[in-house]
């Protein structure tokens, strides 16, 4: 499951420097209807990043990063 959403999430960034908005909004479909297969299969954290439309913060989760940066709702490290 989570594999499928990092390729979704994969090809979705790709979408951004490709010429043509329909390849983009064919990929943001896509990656939605993917969401709700599975969204409450999800990590929390995660599901909050995708609900978020954070796809690149999606992205370093899925893959293990631990330098995910923090956002407006604190994240990581704005939890005191």
Known sequence: MENTVHSELVELLQAVTRPGSATLMDDLVRLDAVLERVRAELHPQLEHFLARRSY??????LE???????????GRAGKA
Do not use: E, S, T
Request: positive net charge.
């Open 64 to 74: 293990g990063r631990a330098d995910i940066p923090a956002g407006v709702c604190g």
């Open 56 to 61: 690149g913060k999606a992205l370093m989760f």
